[in-house]
């Protein structure tokens, strides 16, 4: 009962927010919607670096309706990730819980959608899960099929969006050539000046899931010198059907990221 007060009382007070402050409609936000460990929080940390950008990394509210911009607005206050001159909401949701159940406003939005392949990923996840010692994606048939479920809700979120309201790209393109990818995410959703490959790590970035709380702190930019060479995939310990709906699911949403570039 005291839990459904609260989730009531932070969508009453979201609503209050939302309709007393116009700036605080999702046409106003911007969203990396992605999967864990996809170089997401880095991304995060260049766009809530600047002026006009107010967030810190992953707030965990659901976007149920039209309140959930507001809802989003007072949980960084809460967290020390507000800033009150921006124009500009930012959330990272990686996990479907967050926006399966999105009104139509939220497509209204920009998107940035980021994949990383499904080897990479999911060995990803089970490490920094074993250093959390969370109990959570202690294996490889855990982190994969979240991997699988959530690659299939991006790819249904990414046809919800107008073209010129959403960009993809896979993690290696970020990592290899960032300031590539920073031009391509500026000129589609419209950054002025354009995102820059540098950032300061917020400390909200690091606490209670809001990004990477690992190595985040460490950086302050997208070294391509970091990524190492080039390799193959790695190779998944997973049952048949799961691999093969890995591999899929990222090949589809690489080749829909691939042609809409080559569209625009």
């Known amino acids: 009962m005291i839990q459904v007060l609260r989730e009531s009382g932070k969508r009453t007070a979201g609503w ?12 106003h936000c911007v969203f990396i919607l992605a999967h864990m460990r996809c170089g997401s929080t880095a991304l995060s940390n260049i766009l809530c670096s600047r002026a006009d950008v107010s967030g810190y990394g992953e707030a965990h509210v659901r976007h149920g309706g039209p309140s959930s911009p507001g809802q989003l607005a007072l949980n960084q206050m809460r967290r020390g990730g507000w800033n009150p ?47 959390l010692d969370r109990g959570e994606y202690a294996t490889q048939a855990e982190a994969g099929a979240y991997y699988v479920e959530r690659l299939a809700a991006l790819e249904s979120l990414w ?67 970091l990524s190492g060479p080039a390799r193959d995939d790695a190779p998944l310990d997973l049952p048949a059907g799961l691999a093969d709906a890995a591999r899929e699911r990222y090949r589809r949403l690489a080749a829909l990221f691939e042609d809409d570039r080559a569209l625009a």
């Not at 209050?16 to 046409?27: A, D, E, V």
């Not at 921006?86 to 139509?104: N, T």
């Not at 497509?107 to 990383?116: D, K, P, Q």
């Not at 990592?175 to 909200?204: H, K, M």
């Open 85 to 131: 001159r921006a124009g500009c909401l930012f959330d990272k949701i990686l996990h479907s819980r967050h926006d399966r159940d999105a009104p139509p406003e939220f497509f209204e939005a920009r998107a940035i959608f980021v994949v990383r392949r499904p080897g990479d990923a999911i060995h990803s996840i089970v490490r920094l899960f074993a250093g």
């Open 159 to 225: 046809h919800k969006f107008p073209a010129r309201r959403r960009i993809g790209l896979t993690h290696e393109a970020l990592v290899r050539e960032p300031d590539r990818a920073l031009a391509a995410i500026s000129a589609r959703l419209g950054f002025l000046p354009p995102l820059e490959n540098r950032y300061v790590s917020l400390a909200a970035s690091r606490r209670g899931g809001g990004g990477d709380p690992l190595v985040s702190g460490r950086h302050t930019r997208i070294d391509p010198a």
């Open 16 to 27: 209050l927010l939302g309709h007393s402050m116009p700036r605080y409609r999702y046409r």
